[in-house]
């Protein structure tokens, strides 16, 4: 069953019973209520004629103080203390006789049913000593409902009796009532639930029509509608939509990312490729044979460094952590600082500052962000420029600084320096051999320490490479 059926159901359902538990609780109140006023206006006639029968001398006063009752609507007998018939106001009222003895027992059962008398009653127990029963006649008038009290002074009872016909035929045309109105009101619940949960999943329909149009075309720049009543479904909407941007800004980076490693790898490939072809050319001068040999290798040192960026860029991607340890920087500063000067050349290397830090880390994953600055620090540096490595601690901050006084970064292209396979135009020429993976790279180790790293550049004066790392203990 659909999500909208079931919510439909579930509304229906409750409003439902809601309807049908308020058309019983009425039926129940009103039968029992009718119920208990014919029972006063029985009891109460019945009390009159008694008092009237006391006071009464002969036999021919009692049958007509029984004959009157009938203006009362009541039918009125007197029995024997042997439960015999001695007087009633007349073979005309087909009033069933009774035991007068067992409605004083207790043993008759009431008048409503079952549903009603989970209802509690506005009449208390009958005056006097008296007691309710039911009789059945045999002239097809129903039931009666008959109240049974001793006379004073005597061993006689008085019985009154009135017709339950009528108010058992009122009280099922209730019934029926109630019960169409029960059938109609659950089915008219059950519709409007239908509406209801037809409007309320609409936006829900519409995320689902939409994420699977998306799903099918992989076009992320789609959105689903947002409800302006910002709801629970709309800030859905909301979220769904954040998600799809992500998707959209991850799945263009990643067909940038495919696109320019392809383009990265197939360089490489094709002067290997080329290389290697030009050196099985038979009547080949053996030095242009070496230099052939010797161009491929340099391009297999460099698509070895390519694959193994990307290796360390897709650990990356898939957030495997690093391993963490007691690091010192300024004992790692100095070993890589110690290496760098053996590749310096023509470059002057300077250690400004260097003040002892320790961090928890990965000693690796630092010292490859240390090369990576200082590699790009020689790189884009002409020869005779000076790079100067400093070391700092301001609280509980480590600041690395790789400065350098190269070609510079032009303003525009600063933003995107740390993107994967960006490099500026001075970057390129300068360094055709690049991945332009390094910053990216860089950027990963320092944000896996907690760390963060900046880039400040003008172009033809030099860059800073600025570093944070949070010091332990």
Known sequence: MSFRGRLALWYGGTAGALVTLACVYSYALHGRTHYDDLDAMLESAAGHVAEELEAASTPKERLSILRASERLETRARIYSATGELEAQTGPASRVPLIDPRAVLAGKSPEPYGIAASLVRGHTGPPAGGGAFGLAEDGYGQGRWRVHVIPLSGST??????MPLARLDASIRSFGRLMLAM?????AAAFLVGWIVAGRATRPIAVLTETAGAIARSREFSRRVPVDPARDELGRLAIT???MLSSLEQA????????ADASHELRAPLTLIQANLEL???PGMAPDDRVTAVGEAYAETSRLSRLVADLLALARADAGMPIRRERVELDHLLMEVLGEARRLAGEHRLALDQLEPSIVSGDPDRLRQLLVILVDNALKYTPAGGRIALRLAR???IAIIAVSDTGVGIPAEHLPHVFERFYRADPGRSRDPGGTGLGLSI???VVEQHGGSIELTSRPGEGTTATVRLLVEG
């Open 394 to 396: 301001e609280g509980d």
């Open 279 to 281: 050196a099985q050319r």
């Open 442 to 444: 860089a950027r990963w």
């Open 240 to 242: 769904v939509n954040e």
């Open 251 to 258: 799945y263009a980076t990643q067909q940038r990312f495919i």
């Open 182 to 186: 029960a059938l109609v009101g659950s």
């Open 156 to 161: 006689e009872y008085l019985s009154t009796a």
